[in-house]
């Protein structure tokens, strides 16, 4: 490791990168934000650990599937971490032989300074926009999902798995396959009342809530809210999203919906593609819509050097958000100029035994051969096992059900597929001893 060429520029706008950066974000495309920093508070973790920071973490757990894998040249970030550490982020950026020798064409032309280093510049700033879009891409899907996976960039087959543990009886599906009913959207808001709490917010991605948008019950919802006159049979307008969401919040209390859409590009052997993270089937209800978590950090190993006054010259370094440590640096074989940036840190969601989720896309649907093979009504299969259908309505009843002794098979699993994942789970074990065997 070397000092790199270019020490002059780089060692004047490294200590203003904070400041270089907010100016190049601020004139960046209005979708590219990052809900991370707006509803995740910021903690520090002195130990280095998640698990102990000053954080709610419960009913939060992670496991590591890998230990710690060397940083790959990309243009976005990978993860490395150690079980009960905090993850260790980084970027990595390589300006190769033929673009340094552009810098220095630019300066035996005499181009203005300010010129060069913005070109400079460039690398450090997309390496900590790098940071950012992993962190808001593992924020989205573990707040979408209750979980996280990264897997490496080298390895798919090993990551880091992040588990928030999402309550499983605040956790439902919808009643029936392939629709999505007022009932089952409401469903998550009567069991959150239930339980004392009060929704405040739905999370949705835009696929889904232009799908929910579509729905007859929607278009009806919003006539309803403008006082028209519902004519059976007339065809009714899709609503706008401004106009469902207020007939909405007028119907429920006023609950807001909050909408995502972000995509987030990922590069890997050198291939990009583009994601988006929220998960399209799932609606996520919060009581507090406002701050879900923290962002937990820690400092790096390397951070101490960056800040010590008796560090080598070799690297140029800049820390920015406290966390994120971004260093300059050249070598020789091969001749290239560095540009890494690392952090340690964690999206951590608190409070989920206040968070509810609705999964849309999770429905059971009835053995079409297994019930015309039952001539006498007497079993009922559910995913692939059957059960006396007697056994099943008692349990669905002893569950708070109002299941009918002769209710048709369809009717059964509508009223199971009402049921939190928790519920379900009590189902399944309340029938397993009425399993009919030869089935």
């Not at 990309?74 to 190769?96: Q, V």
């Amino acid at each position: 490791m070397l000092q790199t060429l270019f020490a002059e520029y780089v060692s004047k706008f490294m200590p203003k990168l904070q400041t270089l950066i907010e100016k190049v974000n601020g004139k960046r495309n209005a979708n590219v934000t990052y809900s991370f920093k707006e509803l995740l508070r910021r903690e520090y973790s002195p130990d280095q650990k998640w698990a102990s920071a000053s954080v709610d973490t419960n009913l939060v757990a992670a496991d590591m599937v890998s230990m710690d894998s060397p940083l790959a040249p990309k243009s976005r970030p990978t993860l490395s971490t150690a079980s009960g550490e905090l993850p260790k982020i980084g970027t990595y950026r390589i300006m190769k032989e033929s673009e340094i020798n552009q810098i220095n064409l630019m300066r035996q032309q005499n181009r203005p300074a300010p010129e060069i280093a913005q070109r400079l510049s460039q690398d450090p700033v997309d390496c900590v926009n790098g940071i950012d879009e992993r962190l808001e891409m593992a924020f989205l899907q573990g707040l979408s999902e209750g979980m996280v996976i990264v897997p490496s960039a080298d390895d798919p087959s090993v990551g880091l798995r992040i588990d928030y543990k999402y309550l499983k009886e605040n956790q439902f599906g919808v009643e029936v396959k392939d629709a999505i009913s007022y009932e089952d959207v409401r469903r998550p808001i009567e069991a959150a009342d239930a339980k004392g709490d009060t929704i405040s917010t739905i999370f949705v991605s835009r696929a889904l809530h232009t799908k929910l948008r579509n729905t007859q019950w929607a278009k009806e919802l919003v006539a309803n809210y403008r006082g028209q006159t519902i004519v059976s049979g007339a065809v009714l307008p899709v609503p706008t999203a401004t106009a469902f969401n207020e007939a909405f919040a007028d119907d429920n209390n006023g609950i807001t919906f909050r909408i995502f859409d972000r995509s987030i590009r990922l590069e890997s052997n050198g291939k990009r593609t583009s994601v988006k993270p929220f998960n399209e089937n799932n609606l996520i209800y919060l009581v507090d819509g406002s701050q879900v978590g923290a962002l937990v950090w820690g400092t790096l190993a390397e951070a101490a050097e960056a800040n010590s006054e008796t560090r080598s010259t070799a690297a140029i370094y800049s820390i920015v958000d406290q966390f994120k440590l971004v260093a300059r640096y050249r070598t020789t074989n091969p001749y290239q100029e560095h540009t890494t940036a690392q952090a340690m840190a964690l999206p951590v969601i608190e409070n989920v035994d206040q968070i509810y989720v609705l999964h849309t896309d999770e429905a059971e649907v009835v053995d079409e051969t297994a019930e015309t093979a039952d001539t006498d009504d007497s079993t009922f299969t559910y995913k692939g096992k059957t059960y006396t259908k007697s056994a099943v309505i008692n349990a669905l009843n002893n569950l708070g059900s109002a299941t009918k002794a002769d209710a048709a098979d369809s009717t059964v699993m509508r009223h199971i597929n009402m049921l939190s994942e928790d519920e379900e789970e009590k189902l399944l074990a309340a029938i397993a001893s009425s399993e009919v065997s030869g089935e």
